[in-house]
């Protein structure tokens, strides 16, 4: 029942920062950014394998091949939806709005 739940939770806990946090799914960001005349120039998944590597495998030996993992899967579409967080690059969009402005 608490995993279910936790699917459509508004708000959860954060193992690495010990508090709540704010949950949003990829609809209702979407439409904030919208509602904020912001468009969405770029997604990139956030831990993406790092939460589901097994206890064994040693994160300090291995941090940076880990890290460049990460920045490669993160930037593909099909790893954002597993990645622990999505980070969205957007900009102001509008009328008379040039990009990079």
């Known amino acids: 029942a608490a995993t279910e739940h936790n699917l459509t939770a508004e708000w959860g806990h954060e193992s690495l920062y010990g508090g709540r946090v704010r949950l949003f ?4 960001l979407e439409a904030m950014l919208l509602e904020s005349s912001l468009a969405v120039t770029a997604e ?7 939460d589901y590597l097994p206890p064994r495998v ?3 030996d291995e941090y940076e091949r880990i890290f460049e993992l990460e920045r490669k899967l ?13 980070h969205c690059l957007a900009h102001r969009a509008g009328p008379g709005m040039k990009d990079g402005a």
């Open 74 to 86: 993160g930037r593909r579409p099909e790893f954002v939806s597993v990645a622990r967080y999505t």
């Open 58 to 60: 040693p994160r300090n």
């Open 44 to 50: 990139r998944g956030v831990r993406v394998i790092s």
């Open 25 to 28: 799914t990829a609809e209702s």
